[in-house]
């Protein structure tokens, strides 16, 4: 089964930092750029961060621009988002999405249009005193 699951979501006072993972299961993230996208209540969803199959290009959302930072490590089929300095609204359910490099969309397209060949189920955060 082809799967992508994130964890590493969770409660933490504002200022903190937390490390998502993106786990992929059933196929390889090789070929696969990765983008994290974020949902909070009542809010559209927006792409977080985003980052190509061979993790030589990234993009981030303005408004966490210096305080997160996307990686990757292929041989562990997992891809990564640290998140220092939390304010409250970043609170949100997380998500990521794999989307195939053959579509020829960019990292850049990837998060501006939400694109996704597979989605986790989420992972929700909460930055709150």
């Known amino acids: 089964q082809l799967q992508l699951v994130e964890s590493g979501g969770g409660l933490v006072q504002p200022g903190g930092s937390l490390r998502l993972s993106c786990a992929a299961s059933?196929?390889?993230?090789?070929?696969?750029?990765i983008g994290w996208f974020r949902q909070a209540p009542q809010k559209e969803r927006e792409g977080v961060s985003c980052?190509?199959?061979?993790?030589?290009?990234?993009t981030y959302a303005d408004s966490v621009k210096g305080r997160f930072t996307i990686s990757r490590d292929n041989a562990k089929n997992t891809v990564y988002l640290q998140m220092n300095s939390l304010k409250p609204e970043d609170t949100a359910a997380y998500y990521c999405?794999?989307?195939?490099?053959?579509?020829?969309?960019?990292?850049?397209?990837?998060?501006?249009?939400?694109?996704?060949?597979?989605w986790g189920r989420g992972t929700l955060v909460s930055v709150s005193s």
């Open positions: 999405a794999a989307i195939l490099v053959t579509r020829n969309t960019t990292v850049q397209d990837m998060c501006a249009s939400g694109r996704g060949d597979y």
């Open positions: 059933g196929f390889t993230l090789d070929y696969y750029h």
């Open positions: 980052i190509s199959s061979r993790g030589d290009s990234t």
